[in-house]
């Protein structure tokens, strides 16, 4: 079980990038100085862009910069946008509805440790993994 997916990884890569840099990024400074391959790249920003994070000037001074305060995008909020909403307490062993999901002590204790682990991902934001980065 993956809990980040790379989506996720490379979109909170960019964010920091484009947050930590000038006004507006383009996609071939991001390519190069993350090693992310440029269709994965534009497919990363362009959902970034679509979902309001993100805002996008064309023309060869074009790119991409944020449209929210650093402070203000979440990891939780990115990894919403790529992976729809994460689940620790979703069944490991059976790929169906386990019909003893709702007397299940095991998803109880998990769905407590998923609301903390959630309410953390929450609280971390762009600004501080960019300052954490830097410590």
Excluded: W
Aim: one cysteine or more; aromatic letters at 6%; charged letters at 25%.
């Amino acid at each position: 079980m993956k809990f980040i997916t790379r989506d996720s990884d490379y979109a909170l890569r960019a964010l920091c990038y484009i947050a930590s840099n000038r006004e507006v990024v383009k996609v071939d400074e991001l390519v190069a100085n993350l090693g992310v391959p440029r269709p994965f790249m534009r497919k990363i920003l362009q959902k970034l862009n679509k979902s309001g994070i993100l805002g996008s000037t064309k023309g060869q001074h074009g790119g991409f910069r944020l449209k929210r305060p650093a402070a203000a995008v979440s990891v939780f909020g990115i990894m919403r946008i790529f992976q729809g909403k994460p689940e620790l307490s979703s069944c490991f062993l059976k790929k169906e509805v386990c019909p003893e999901r709702p007397h299940c002590a095991l998803r109880k204790k998990l769905c407590l440790i998923e609301k903390g682990v959630f309410r953390q991902l929450k609280e971390i934001n762009i600004a501080s993994l960019i300052k954490a980065g830097r410590a």
